[in-house]
């Protein structure tokens, strides 16, 4: 019980979770419109090292967010080109901007900063303290002093849930991504559509990847992601596309991993406990557990019209 009593386990469980979660929910708004986005971790790659970047240069991490969340952007809307208006395999290219990603930072950051690696001095995100959360017994100490963009997972959370199921785009886009061309005999753009799910995909992957590097470090190191990316996808799976889903499952694989990190040195083989959140993720990326109903066209090339 003590091991499940310590706060350290909780507080490095949300920081954990954090970037899955907004990563998780872009990956949502993505398929629901009918596109794969494996892309997210070259998304999130690049928002790191961007961030990072920029944050140093002009002294403000604010402006290092605001830098990598366009980032994420432009990524998306390069994925969005080329399996939207080029109609490639949307598994292919995002596995293509996975290794972009990878190759671009490690290139970056050996040219800009060499061998010592990004500069100790760059700025990160601040911390809030929201005192009246530490009387909360066990949850307290992790909930009480945390970043600003874990605070912003409530408002995202909840504007998340609203627009997709309570909005006419939402209502909209969620056609595209089970029959488009019931959308399209409704006079609506179904690439349009589905570039906004897409770039909305890359915007909460650029927000994933900049609490990385300059919400939970101040640094960037080479395929810092290591897979957050993936796992996002799987999160997304066993939260049946859903962001209430989403948020559980991705808390469910922010503990595994935290968990991990303090069996270390325990009884039980560090190596079984760290390759337990990626043996799920294969899991359920194969669909094995859970009864997760993805949309109807998920996939699914539409061809019939032009962005």
């Given at each position: 019980?003590s091991?499940?009593l310590?706060?350290?386990?909780w507080?490095l469980?949300?920081?954990?979770?954090?970037?899955?979660?907004?990563?998780?929910?872009?990956?949502?708004?993505?398929?629901?419109?009918?596109v794969?986005?494996?892309?997210?971790?070259?998304?999130?790659?690049?928002s790191?090292?961007?961030?990072?970047?920029?944050a140093y240069?002009?002294?403000?991490?604010?402006i290092?967010?605001?830098?990598?969340?366009?980032?994420g952007?432009?990524?998306?809307?390069?994925?969005?080109?080329?399996?939207?208006?080029?109609?490639a395999?949307?598994?292919?290219v995002?596995?293509?901007?996975n290794l972009?990603?990878?190759?671009?930072?490690g290139?970056?950051?050996?040219a800009?900063?060499?061998?010592?690696?990004?500069?100790?001095s760059?700025?990160?995100?601040?911390?809030?303290?929201?005192n009246?959360l530490s009387?909360?017994p066990?949850?307290g100490p992790?909930?009480?002093?945390?970043?600003?963009?874990?605070?912003?997972?409530?408002?995202?959370?909840?504007?998340?849930?609203?627009a997709?199921?309570?909005?006419?785009?939402?209502?909209?886009?969620?056609?595209?991504?089970e029959?488009p061309e019931a959308?399209?005999?409704?006079?609506?753009?179904?690439?349009?559509?589905?570039?906004?799910?897409v770039?909305?995909?890359?915007?909460?992957?650029?927000?994933?990847?900049?609490?990385?590097?300059?919400?939970?470090?101040n640094?960037f190191n080479?395929?810092?992601?290591?897979?957050?990316?993936?796992?996002?996808l799987?999160?997304?799976?066993?939260?049946n596309?859903?962001?209430?889903?989403?948020?559980?499952?991705?808390?469910?694989?922010?503990?595994?991993?935290?968990?991990s990190?303090?069996?270390?040195?325990?009884?039980?083989?560090s190596d079984?406990?760290?390759?337990v959140?990626y043996?799920?993720?294969?899991?359920?990326?194969?669909?094995?557990?859970?009864?997760?109903?993805?949309p109807a066209?998920?996939?699914i090339?539409?061809?019939?019209?032009?962005?």
């Amino acid at each position: 019980m003590s091991f499940f009593l310590n706060p350290e386990l909780w507080a490095l469980t949300v920081t954990v979770s954090v970037p899955l979660i907004y990563a998780s929910l872009g990956g949502m708004f993505s398929e629901r419109g009918g596109v794969v986005n494996i892309a997210m971790e070259g998304m999130m790659l690049m928002s790191a090292f961007v961030s990072v970047a920029f944050a140093y240069a002009s002294h403000n991490a604010w402006i290092g967010l605001l830098a990598g969340v366009a980032s994420g952007a432009a990524m998306s809307l390069l994925f969005a080109w080329a399996t939207l208006k080029l109609q490639a395999d949307q598994v292919v290219v995002g596995m293509a901007i996975n290794l972009l990603a990878l190759g671009l930072t490690g290139y970056f950051l050996d040219a800009f900063y060499g061998y010592n690696g990004t500069p100790i001095s760059t700025p990160s995100l601040p911390t809030w303290h929201l005192n009246v959360l530490s009387h909360l017994p066990v949850l307290g100490p992790a909930l009480a002093q945390e970043n600003v963009l874990t605070y912003l997972l409530i408002p995202t959370l909840l504007g998340a849930q609203y627009a997709l199921f309570r909005t006419p785009w939402g209502l909209r886009l969620r056609s595209m991504g089970e029959k488009p061309e019931a959308g399209r005999s409704a006079g609506l753009s179904v690439l349009r559509y589905r570039l906004s799910g897409v770039l909305l995909s890359g915007i909460l992957s650029g927000i994933a990847g900049a609490y990385l590097s300059i919400g939970v470090l101040n640094s960037f190191n080479v395929d810092m992601t290591a897979g957050r990316g993936y796992i996002a996808l799987a999160a997304m799976i066993f939260g049946n596309w859903k962001p209430k889903g989403a948020l559980m499952a991705s808390l469910i694989f922010g503990f595994l991993s935290a968990a991990s990190i303090q069996l270390q040195g325990s009884i039980i083989p560090s190596d079984i406990v760290l390759m337990v959140p990626y043996l799920l993720t294969v899991v359920a990326v194969a669909g094995i557990v859970g009864r997760t109903t993805p949309p109807a066209a998920d996939g699914i090339p539409y061809q019939e019209e032009s962005l």
